[in-house]
């Protein structure tokens, strides 16, 4: 059994959606397919709840969201008419909440999940009537009905894969069994009390990694209308050139600083039963695209990637002595996490506690933790403008001159850099820089690494 997962962009318009059935038509294992909302729904759902509306406008909003998908269905009418009543249904039901959250001048994270949750419920039903039209047994399915069970956190849910795998998995035989080809939504599931959780923003990624771990599956397809991973971004270094093969933990620190590939989570699922992940282009469906698996290979130049990061900032806790005083870390690191603040990474020493957070969360964090100062914590300090670099490779952290390499190219670019995190992983390094220095740090370290000719 295949997962195979389709974007967004693969799904914006009648041509992509006709790729995606062809890739779909001539795939012979046994599959189940999910998919994310029509390219750009999410956000604008997303965006037109950050207000409240009158009557008309969400009449007007739920109208032309309405003609969006209804253009991309098939023109054979029997077939609509079944998936119009389906839409409809779903339709109504936005309209209903829309107006509730209207009314009510309030949104709840409960019923923010439950209406961006729209978007992948309204696309499902596209696909699954285009590939009936193409001939293909295929039914559309809600995630949240079907089972997949998350531990119910609003907004950045987990999945719970024994759960999964015990509701899920035998529907999915079942259903390929009769055969049909399942069309599922991806990005959320239902908590055990019932209420819809959302994956996090581009969480398909991580909906197929869970259908795959309660499939069993023999490899799960991110399917995408780019390149899979490359050893830079294309756009700041334009001779980048697609990672054919990266490790689990590879493709997990790339996705979490900054490579915009993959939905962090992604290899968790998978890695727990050795299932590789393929990251492929439907504009390119010969090509094997970027495989992720256990074990991967070491390049002679061992870097792989280099990724960065851009809205993020760094905050300093300055105390004497706070690295002999127990409990330090524990209570700035409690009190981040109340406050539902992300630490992207943390290095301390004597003095200092030095952490990497969100842009957006820096308010919060400072004031969370300006209410600590007084004893042992004396002051903070925090720097906006900054980027993250994180250089990848398996062997990285075990191969001698590595690091010498990265820090003299980067010098001799006359760029300074602040915090280094190296030693948590075994496959990259991470450090900050100024961030107008962010273009020529990463050629610099491209060209060292993957230079032209090679
Ligand atoms: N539609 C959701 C989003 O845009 C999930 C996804 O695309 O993976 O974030
Ligand atoms: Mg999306």
């Given at each position: 059994?295949?997962?195979?997962?389709?974007g967004g962009?693969?799904?914006?318009?009648?041509?992509?959606?006709?790729?995606?059935?062809?890739?779909?038509?001539?795939?012979?294992?046994?599959?189940?397919?999910?998919?994310?909302?029509?390219?750009?729904?999410?956000?604008?759902?997303?965006?037109?709840?950050?207000?409240?509306?009158?009557?008309?406008e969400?009449?007007?909003?739920v109208?032309?969201?309405?003609?969006?998908?209804?253009?991309?269905?098939?023109?054979?009418?029997?077939?609509?008419k079944?998936?119009?009543?389906?839409?409809?249904?779903?339709?109504?039901?936005?309209?209903?909440?829309?107006?509730?959250?209207?009314?009510?001048?309030e949104?709840?994270?409960?019923?923010?999940?439950?209406?961006?949750?729209?978007?992948?419920?309204?696309?499902?039903?596209?696909?699954?009537?285009?590939l009936?039209?193409r001939?293909?047994n295929?039914?559309?399915?809600?995630?949240?009905?079907?089972?997949?069970?998350?531990?119910?956190?609003?907004?950045?849910?987990?999945?719970?894969?024994?759960?999964?795998?015990?509701?899920?998995?035998?529907k999915?035989?079942?259903?390929?069994?009769?055969?049909v080809?399942?069309v599922?939504?991806?990005?959320?599931?239902?908590?055990?009390?019932?209420h819809?959780?959302?994956?996090?923003?581009?969480?398909?990624?991580?909906?197929?990694?869970?259908?795959?771990?309660a499939?069993?599956?023999?490899?799960?397809?991110?399917?995408?209308?780019?390149?899979?991973?490359?050893?830079?971004?294309?756009?700041?270094?334009?001779?980048?050139?697609?990672?054919?093969?990266?490790?689990?933990?590879?493709?997990?620190?790339?996705?979490?600083f900054?490579?915009?590939?993959?939905?962090?989570?992604?290899?968790?699922?998978?890695?727990?039963?050795d299932?590789?992940?393929?990251?492929?282009?439907?504009?390119?469906p010969?090509?094997?695209?970027?495989?992720?698996?256990?074990?991967?290979?070491?390049?002679?130049?061992?870097?792989?990637?280099?990724?960065?990061?851009?809205?993020?900032?760094?905050?300093?806790v300055?105390?004497?002595?706070a690295g002999?005083?127990?409990?330090?870390?524990?209570?700035?690191?409690?009190?981040?996490?109340?406050?539902?603040?992300n630490?992207?990474?943390?290095?301390?020493?004597?003095?200092?506690?030095?952490?990497?957070i969100?842009?957006?969360?820096?308010?919060?964090?400072?004031?969370?933790?300006?209410?600590?100062?007084?004893?042992?914590?004396?002051?903070l300090?925090?720097?906006?403008?900054i980027?993250?670099?994180?250089?990848?490779?398996?062997?990285?952290?075990?191969?001698?001159?590595?690091?010498?390499?990265?820090?003299?190219v980067v010098?001799?670019?006359?760029?300074?850099?602040?915090?280094?995190?190296?030693?948590?992983?075994?496959?990259?390094y991470?450090f900050?820089?100024?961030?107008?220095?962010?273009?020529?740090?990463?050629r610099?370290?491209?060209?060292?690494?993957?230079?032209?000719?090679?």
């Open positions: 059994m295949k997962v195979m997962k389709f962009t693969c799904m914006s318009n009648n041509e992509m959606m006709t790729k995606v059935e062809d890739v779909i038509a001539r795939e012979k294992e046994e599959k189940v397919i999910l998919v994310s909302a029509v390219a750009g729904v999410t956000d604008n759902i997303s965006g037109f709840i950050e207000s409240f509306h009158s009557d008309e969400i009449e007007n909003y109208k032309e969201l309405k003609k969006l998908h209804l253009k991309l269905l098939p023109p054979d009418e029997d077939l609509t079944e998936a119009t009543t389906a839409l409809d249904q779903r339709f109504n039901k936005l309209e209903t909440l829309l107006y509730g959250v209207s009314y009510t001048e949104i709840t994270p409960r019923t923010r999940d439950l209406i961006i949750s729209m978007g992948e419920r309204l696309s499902s039903i596209v696909l699954a009537t285009r009936r039209a001939g293909l295929s039914s559309f399915f809600n995630s949240d009905e079907l089972g997949i069970i998350t531990d119910g956190v609003h907004g950045n849910a987990t999945a719970d894969l024994k759960e999964c795998e015990r509701s899920v998995g035998p999915i035989f079942a259903l390929s069994k009769a055969g080809i399942p599922v939504t991806g990005f959320f599931g239902i908590s055990p009390g019932g819809v959780t959302t994956f996090g923003r581009g969480g398909t990624d991580y909906s197929a990694s869970v259908l795959g771990f499939c069993s599956a023999s490899v799960i397809e991110i399917w995408k209308d780019v390149d899979g991973f490359m050893t830079a971004d294309p756009k700041m270094a334009t001779d980048a050139k697609q990672v054919d093969k990266l490790s689990y933990e590879e493709a997990a620190e790339l996705a979490y900054g490579a915009k590939v993959l939905h962090p989570r992604t290899v968790f699922p998978a890695m727990e039963k299932i590789p992940i393929a990251v492929r282009n439907v504009l390119k010969d090509s094997a695209g970027s495989m992720i698996f256990k074990n991967s290979t070491k390049r002679k130049n061992i870097l792989k990637s280099v990724s960065y990061l851009r809205n993020i900032a760094t905050i300093k300055f105390g004497t002595g002999y005083k127990t409990g330090f870390l524990r209570d700035i690191s409690e009190a981040m996490s109340e406050a539902d603040i630490i992207y990474s943390a290095t301390t020493s004597q003095t200092c506690v030095a952490m990497l969100e842009k957006s969360d820096v308010k919060k964090a400072q004031d969370i933790l300006e209410k600590m100062l007084g004893g042992y914590y004396e002051r300090e925090v720097t906006e403008n980027a993250l670099i994180c250089t990848v490779g398996s062997g990285l952290a075990s191969t001698r001159g590595i690091a010498a390499r990265v820090f003299k010098a001799a670019n006359d760029v300074n850099v602040d915090l280094i995190s190296a030693g948590a992983s075994t496959v990259a991470h900050t820089i100024d961030k107008k220095d962010l273009q020529k740090t990463i610099a370290i491209h060209d060292e690494f993957f230079p032209k000719k090679s």
